[in-house]
Every structure is written in structure tokens, then in C-alpha cells.
């Protein structure tokens, strides 16, 4: 195999199932405090609902821009089903550091990438993931958030 071959393999390997999927934003804040510009989820074939085996693990990986600076950025994912979010079970640690580069700076676009892993436990359906990352200090005044939808089969 020519080293042509092995670079496009790797390339295919990292990027290649990613899809850039559709959003919608939450009511709960708006771009002029953060801006999420593209979500990737992989494995995705479709970007209006990403289908996702359960007991299977999906990655995850967004880029925003906050209009705040913050050293304690916290994140939590949630079933935006009915009247409450539910926070989305086995969801690792909320120090949103782990996961995307910290401080955040106004003005300062940064990716978030999560692993996530879906329970075998979760009934089948369609879903509305709901995603934050907010400033500890100033979770309603400071906060990131988006929507998409999801099916699990
Ligand atoms: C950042 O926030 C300030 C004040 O809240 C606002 O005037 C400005 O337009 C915001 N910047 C962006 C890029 O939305
Ligand atoms: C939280 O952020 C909002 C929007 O920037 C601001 O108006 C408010 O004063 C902040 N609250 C605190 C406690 O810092």
C-alpha cells in the first residue's frame, strides 16, 4: 500500500462518518451570549436525525463562541422531551474543561468533544437532545445551549 493509500485511510478513519447535523437553539439564552456555529455527530447519516444504535457510543463534537470570559465552565446534556429536562443518564463529569479548552474568552470560538454513550437501558424513539455549557458563576446570565434531534434503535 502506497503512503497515498495509508493518509486517505486515516482521513476516512477520523472524519469520514462525521456529519454536520442540523440544530435549533434554546429559549433559555441566545447568540448574543454564545453562538454554537456547527455540531458534528459520528456516526450520523442524516443531519436532521442522527440514528443511533443503542449500547453503542456516539462522539460527539461542537464549536461555539462565548460572548463571556469564565475559568469554571460546566456541561450537561438533557431529554428535552416535555415539561423538564431530564439529565441524559451516564453523562460523565459536568467540568466542561475536560472536554474543551479553558478559560473561555469573549469573542473566542472553542470545540467541546464528548463521547457519548448510549444506554442500552433508554426506551426506543425520537428525542430532543438538549446541550449546555455555562459559566458556574452565572448559569442563566452566561450559558451555551442547542437542540437536535435524535432517534434511537
Ligand atoms: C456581546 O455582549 C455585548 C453586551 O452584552 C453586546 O453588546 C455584543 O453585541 C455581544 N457580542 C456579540 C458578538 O454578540
Ligand atoms: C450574569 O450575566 C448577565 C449577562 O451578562 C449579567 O447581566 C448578570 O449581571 C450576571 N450575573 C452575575 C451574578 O454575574
Redesign the pocket.
Known sequence: MGLLNIVLLAVLFTCGFAKVVNITPCDETNEE?CKVSEVRITPCTQTNKCLFRKGSDAAISFDFTP??STSKLKTMVYWANGAVDLPFMGFGTNDACTYTSCPAQPGQAQTLNYNLHISKKLPKGTYNLKWKVW?E??E???LCCFKTTIGLA
Open positions: 451570549v460572548n463571556f459559566d458563576d452565572n442563566t446570565g452566561h
